[in-house]
């Protein structure tokens, strides 16, 4: 009789099933990325979700303007809403009814896109996931 037998495989397969735990948590942290991007893009940053600089302010805006870009009340910044419901992570401006013209520009006003996720945005999220992967495997 030949008997052969692999061992650890118990603690691979463990290790394996802790990756089918509840994605929540990482669904969580996604949602918390792209809030914390977009409010950055909006109070500092200045720039679309790839990293390029917005356009500036024309002079006539600039005359009239008592905040930064797109900063001046703070409604717009306020307004950001961030949802979760099981993995589906929702992120939007309700309030603000002019944020689409913001972010997509008008004939008049070029765009200032704050919303979406870039290069950057999805470095961001790959790397959240394989942290979380790294810590089920142990």
């Not at 495989?9 to 996604?30: F, I, K, Q, Y």
């Not at 950055?40 to 006539?60: H, N, Q, V, Y």
């Not at 004939?107 to 961001?124: L, S």
Request: charged share 25%.
């Amino acid at each position: 009789m030949i008997r052969w037998e692999l061992v650890g495989l118990d603690d691979v397969v463990g290790r394996l099933g802790r990756l089918s735990e509840p994605l929540t948590p990482l669904a969580t942290r996604v949602r918390v990325l792209l809030h914390a991007q977009h409010e950055r893009r909006i109070a500092t940053e200045k720039t679309d979700p790839d990293g390029r600089a917005w356009p500036p302010l024309a002079a006539s805006t600039l005359r009239r303007k008592r905040g930064s870009m797109l900063v001046e009340t703070g409604r717009l910044l306020g307004s950001l809403t961030s949802r979760q419901s099981g993995l589906t992570v929702t992120e939007g401006n309700q309030a603000a009814p002019y944020n689409v013209f913001i972010n997509a520009g008008t004939r008049k006003m070029p765009a200032r896109r704050y919303m979406g996720i870039g290069a950057d945005g999805q470095r961001e999220i790959t790397d959240a996931c394989v942290q979380l992967i790294r810590r089920r495997l142990g």
